[in-house]
């Protein structure tokens, strides 16, 4: 169901570790605010990997990013405070080393008898966003095992998430990313009925492929965001000033065709919130129907009473990407309302990542949801149903 075969990948604990040198990519991407982590969601779901290897006599060479510097340094994307951040969890120094891995320093690295090390930015290196396979072997000599605990980037083929595990005989995964995709290959292939997709965000294109494999799996979908705009524009509703994209009408029209066809079901907003500027959130006020020189941020109250329905007897929930532009206080509703929703319901709730995930910790939900992604982009993708790149070439 996800495009990836669990009994052919290694986990952390299939390998005898002790007194060896594991080569852990981790997505330690977290926000960083006068030098000092904002939220350490991301340490801690990395916490059971580490503390694996701490326990089993293994050290560790943590390599990860954070942002994206275009393979130049920035200072203010350095991974210090989140360094000094796991130092302070484990009661264990970190050694810090330069991200220009020279021969030298890689030797150096290999023979030292510090159990954590951790690389500056990846990023921050040249070389991660390309194939240079001749650099990746070099690299690969700073440790004996390969693990990619990287959840949130394994969809994306870079030297230290895809390239350099070509040149490890030992590789697997981590504890977060078995988690990860065991619970989706669960939801997927053994939902408990009805099995419910909630869609927002802004981009048709995201979702055209997750939408076209969940018509396998679901017959309800319910949809907000911008691009509700764009289905909405497709069946020549209008749509005002709202955001929307013009080069995939003919693809949304063309879902809702295949979906009419399936008797799915495809719940698009019935009122919005609308404003004329984004900037001018006193002007807001609700609608049915968007006229020309206002547009849409946010789904209305009739919407969140039908969408409430919808939740409320679901078996199984997936939830990815928010119903309107959240991060502006007065256009969160509905996505707090559809969090609160989750928090509330019976259902299995499987929060997508990403802003969805952002949006659950925000109204604080976070906890009365039963699995939130650590990786909105690469959830998506697993959605689509085959699989992730970073994840299938560890397959034996």
């Given at each position: 169901?996800i495009?990836?075969n669990?009994?052919?990948i290694?986990?952390?604990?299939?390998f005898n570790?002790k007194?060896?040198k594991?080569?852990l990519?981790?997505?330690?991407?977290?926000?960083?605010?006068?030098?000092?982590?904002e939220?350490?969601?991301?340490i801690k779901?990395l916490?059971?990997t580490l503390n694996?290897?701490?326990?089993?006599?293994g050290?560790?060479?943590?390599?990860?990013?954070?942002?994206?510097?275009?393979?130049?340094?920035d200072?203010?994307?350095?991974?210090n405070p989140?360094a000094?951040e796991i130092?302070?969890?484990?009661?264990?120094?970190?050694?810090?080393?330069?991200?220009?891995?020279t021969d030298?320093?890689i030797?150096k690295?290999?023979?030292?008898?510090?159990k954590?090390t951790?690389?500056e930015?990846?990023?921050?290196?040249p070389e991660?966003r390309g194939?240079n396979l001749?650099?990746?072997e070099?690299?690969?000599?700073?440790?004996?095992i390969?693990?990619?605990?990287?959840?949130g980037?394994?969809?994306?083929?870079?030297?230290?998430?895809?390239?350099?595990?070509?040149?490890?005989?030992?590789?697997?995964?981590?504890?977060l990313?078995?988690?990860?995709?065991?619970?989706?290959?669960?939801?997927?292939?053994?939902p408990k009925e009805?099995?419910?997709?909630i869609?927002?965000?802004?981009k048709v294109?995201?979702k055209?492929n997750?939408l076209n494999n969940?018509?396998?799996?679901?017959?309800?979908?319910l949809v907000?965001?911008?691009m509700?705009?764009t289905?909405?524009?497709?069946k020549?509703i209008s749509?005002?000033?709202?955001?929307?994209?013009k080069?995939?009408l003919?693809v949304?029209?063309?879902?809702?065709?295949k979906?009419e066809?399936?008797?799915?079901?495809?719940?698009l907003p019935?009122?919005h919130?609308?404003?004329?500027?984004?900037?001018k959130p006193e002007?807001?006020r609700?609608?049915k129907q968007i006229?020309?020189g206002?547009?849409?941020?946010?789904?209305g109250?009739?919407t969140?009473?039908?969408?409430?329905k919808y939740?409320?007897?679901?078996?199984t929930?997936?939830w990815n990407?928010p119903?309107?532009v959240?991060?502006?206080e007065?256009?969160s509703?509905?996505?707090n309302k559809?969090?609160?929703?989750m928090?509330k319901?019976?259902?299995?709730?499987?929060?997508?990542?990403?802003?969805?995930?952002?949006a659950?910790?925000?109204f604080?939900?976070?906890?009365?949801v039963?699995?939130?992604?650590t990786?909105?982009?690469?959830?998506?993708k697993?959605l689509?149903?085959?699989?992730?790149?970073?994840v299938?070439?560890?397959?034996?």
């Amino acid at each position: 169901m996800i495009g990836i075969n669990l009994d052919k990948i290694k986990v952390i604990n299939d390998f005898n570790i002790k007194n060896k040198k594991i080569f852990l990519r981790a997505d330690l991407n977290c926000p960083i605010e006068n030098g000092k982590v904002e939220d350490d969601t991301r340490i801690k779901a990395l916490l059971p990997t580490l503390n694996y290897i701490l326990d089993k006599g293994g050290k560790v060479v943590i390599v990860s990013h954070h942002g994206r510097p275009h393979g130049k340094y920035d200072e203010d994307l350095s991974l210090n405070p989140i360094a000094k951040e796991i130092s302070s969890i484990l009661q264990e120094p970190v050694k810090m080393e330069n991200y220009k891995l020279t021969d030298e320093l890689i030797e150096k690295i290999y023979k030292s008898d510090n159990k954590i090390t951790m690389i500056e930015n990846i990023r921050f290196c040249p070389e991660e966003r390309g194939d240079n396979l001749e650099y990746a072997e070099r690299v690969s000599k700073i440790a004996d095992i390969y693990i990619n605990d990287a959840f949130g980037t394994c969809h994306r083929k870079h030297l230290s998430t895809y390239h350099i595990s070509k040149f490890f005989e030992k590789k697997g995964i981590g504890f977060l990313v078995k988690k990860e995709l065991e619970t989706y290959q669960n939801v997927l292939s053994k939902p408990k009925e009805p099995f419910l997709v909630i869609m927002g965000g802004s981009k048709v294109s995201d979702k055209i492929n997750a939408l076209n494999n969940l018509m396998n799996l679901t017959d309800t979908f319910l949809v907000g965001g911008a691009m509700s705009y764009t289905f909405l524009k497709s069946k020549n509703i209008s749509i005002g000033n709202s955001l929307f994209e013009k080069e995939n009408l003919k693809v949304a029209d063309e879902i809702l065709c295949k979906l009419e066809e399936n008797n799915i079901k495809f719940e698009l907003p019935e009122d919005h919130l609308i404003v004329k500027s984004i900037d001018k959130p006193e002007d807001k006020r609700y609608s049915k129907q968007i006229p020309d020189g206002w547009m849409g941020v946010d789904i209305g109250p009739e919407t969140i009473n039908k969408y409430e329905k919808y939740i409320n007897s679901a078996g199984t929930i997936i939830w990815n990407g928010p119903m309107g532009v959240f991060e502006v206080e007065g256009y969160s509703r509905g996505t707090n309302k559809i969090a609160e929703f989750m928090s509330k319901t019976d259902a299995f709730t499987v929060v997508g990542g990403g802003d969805s995930g952002r949006a659950v910790k925000k109204f604080d939900f976070a906890d009365k949801v039963d699995f939130i992604s650590t990786g909105g982009g690469a959830s998506l993708k697993l959605l689509e149903g085959n699989g992730l790149p970073c994840v299938n070439i560890l397959e034996e």
